[in-house]
């Protein structure tokens, strides 16, 4: 995990999440929908915490964990600049493979949205989701981020100079049969592991969940270029809003999880 910690320790995610803030939208109208109106959730893999300051904001007790101290760092300063810091009740450097610093059975809901795009052996990826289900209370809510495999061959077909090694058939073949994707160019987004997306609710299930639903969390809105997004912008705030609207809507529609840049599954930990 050295390569995600060198990258993610460097890259503004909360500065991502603003400049593409579709994906941050729909997911949270879908984590308001499941998610109990009180109670202690956790932001595992939380990154600089903007969806932990949400939650907080919304009066949750809030508990967070990441891989790389600069995020960590981040999400504590965030709380304390925007006077969250009483909804809290830790913020920890933990790998999401080994939540050993938290007990058994404690979060209403649990977030994890970002490891297992990083978790490119199975086993890793099967140890984090027992993680995740030992801290989440029984009938707890989870919402677990993927990023679909035949999204990221359309990427690289459609711009094979930004996703090298993916720049020449051979590579995307083998990328379809593993879905496991290193960067050739140090510094960009690299050791990332893409679901195929019919795997992921038997994935979550076989590990003691009971799905709820599976989202497109950009969607259909993912083919719109920055041209394109400006129009519907400048056609006003009303129907700027109906697209987002829109959008919301259609995450739900199982035909356009392939297109969409992130997934997101929402699940219920069985009794």
Not at 33 to 41: H, I, Q, S
Not at 152 to 168: Q, R
Not at 262 to 267: D, F, R, T
Request: proline share 4%.
């Amino acid at each position: 995990m050295s390569k995600a910690i060198e990258y993610y320790s460097t890259f503004d995610e909360w500065g991502r999440l603003d400049r593409e803030p579709l994906e941050f939208q729909v997911n949270w109208h879908y984590i308001q929908k499941y998610l109990p109106k009180t109670g202690k959730v956790l932001d595992n893999g939380a990154g600089p915490g903007k969806y932990a300051m949400k939650l907080a904001e919304q009066g949750y007790r809030v508990t967070v964990t990441d891989l790389v101290p600069r995020l960590v760092g981040i999400a504590e300063d965030k709380a304390k600049e925007l006077d969250l810091s009483n909804q809290f009740d830790g913020f920890h450097i933990a790998d999401a493979r080994n939540l050993t610093v938290l007990e058994n059975e404690q979060f209403d809901g649990s977030l994890m949205m970002g490891p297992m795009y990083h978790l490119q052996s199975e086993h890793d990826r099967d140890t984090a989701i027992k993680e995740l289900y030992r801290v989440t209370k029984k009938n707890g809510i989870v919402y677990i981020a993927f990023m679909p495999r035949i999204k990221h061959v359309l990427s690289s077909l459609l711009h094979p100079e930004i996703w090298k090694p993916n720049d020449n058939m051979n590579s995307i073949q083998k990328f379809i049969r593993t879905g496991e994707f290193n960067h050739d160019d140090d510094g960009r987004f690299t050791g990332a592991y893409y679901f195929n997306v019919e795997e992921i609710k038997p994935f979550m299930e076989s590990h003691g969940f009971e799905t709820l639903n599976l989202i497109g969390s950009t969607n259909i809105g993912t083919l719109l270029s920055k041209e394109q997004w400006e129009y519907w912008k400048n056609r006003g705030e009303d129907e700027f809003t109906q697209l987002i609207e829109l959008l919301k809507e259609t995450a739900t529609y199982p035909y356009v999880l392939g297109v969409s840049s992130h997934l997101l599954y929402i699940g219920k930990k069985r009794e």
